[in-house]
């Protein structure tokens, strides 16, 4: 087990929290921390109040970010300042590369979960398309099977004799009709 402080509260972190938080809230300190590093006589930089919204929710909402600014050297002037006391900035590049090292790991990590989600979405997209394949040329058998059975029909209907026009019998229903002839001989009584 490695004695570094800095070193075992950054690891508890990482093994605590979710990636997200940690991430966030990591380098929201690795800003705090690079502004005392750029600009080491600036006191707006090396002190900050635990009121402060964005701190509240990136970086206290883990609790062992307060131990972590105390073992870079960070010390409470009252209830809710903290400020970052002399001038000996090994623990501050020691926790900075750390900090960067775990976001790193973390960006990489991110980045192979978006890979395998895309990956499965991709093929999860190409099972739906050879699927959609797939029924396509079902259906166009059953198509195919149908129109030769219709064919098929078509050409049996055409071998059958056509049929022949009936013959209609007369008719021998209702009354009789005789042709009205007038009577030979001039019609003389």
Same mark, same amino acid.
């Given at each position: 087990?490695? =004695?570094?402080?800095?070193?075992? @509260?950054?690891?508890?972190?990482?093994?605590?929290? =979710?990636?997200?938080?940690?991430?966030?809230?990591?380098?929201?300190?690795?800003?705090?921390? !690079? %502004?005392?590093?750029? %600009?080491?006589?600036?006191?707006?930089?090396?002190?900050?109040?635990? @009121?402060?919204?964005?701190?509240?929710?990136?970086?206290?909402?883990?609790?062992?970010?307060?131990?972590?600014?105390?073992?870079?050297?960070?010390?409470?002037?009252?209830?809710?300042? /903290?400020?970052?006391? !002399? %001038?000996?900035? @090994?623990?501050?590049?020691?926790?900075?590369?750390? /900090?960067?090292?775990?976001?790193?790991?973390? %960006?990489?990590?991110?980045? =192979?979960?978006?890979?395998?989600?895309?990956?499965?979405?991709?093929?999860?997209?190409?099972?739906?398309?050879?699927?959609?394949?797939?029924?396509?040329?079902?259906?166009?058998?059953?198509?195919?099977?149908?129109?030769?059975?219709?064919?098929?029909?078509?050409?049996?209907?055409?071998?059958?004799?056509?049929?022949?026009? =009936?013959?209609?019998? +007369?008719?021998?229903?209702?009354? @009789?009709?005789?042709?009205?002839? +007038? +009577?030979?001989? !001039?019609?003389?009584?």
């Amino acid at each position: 087990m490695d =004695s570094d402080p800095i070193k075992q @509260t950054v690891q508890k972190i990482c093994d605590s929290y =979710s990636d997200h938080y940690v991430k966030e809230s990591f380098e929201l300190l690795l800003k705090l921390l !690079g %502004n005392i590093l750029k %600009n080491p006589t600036e006191e707006k930089f090396r002190v900050f109040k635990k @009121t402060n919204e964005a701190l509240k929710k990136k970086v206290l909402i883990i609790k062992e970010n307060l131990q972590l600014l105390k073992d870079i050297g960070y010390v409470d002037i009252d209830q809710d300042i /903290l400020a970052f006391n !002399g %001038n000996h900035f @090994t623990n501050i590049e020691k926790a900075v590369k750390l /900090l960067e090292a775990k976001v790193e790991a973390i %960006n990489s990590s991110m980045l =192979s979960q978006e890979d395998i989600e895309t990956r499965e979405r991709e093929e999860r997209a190409q099972q739906n398309k050879e699927e959609i394949i797939r029924n396509m040329r079902e259906e166009r058998e059953k198509q195919k099977i149908i129109k030769a059975q219709i064919e098929a029909d078509h050409k049996e209907m055409l071998k059958r004799e056509k049929p022949t026009d =009936s013959n209609a019998k +007369p008719l021998e229903f209702g009354a @009789t009709i005789k042709k009205f002839e +007038p +009577p030979k001989g !001039g019609g003389k009584r």
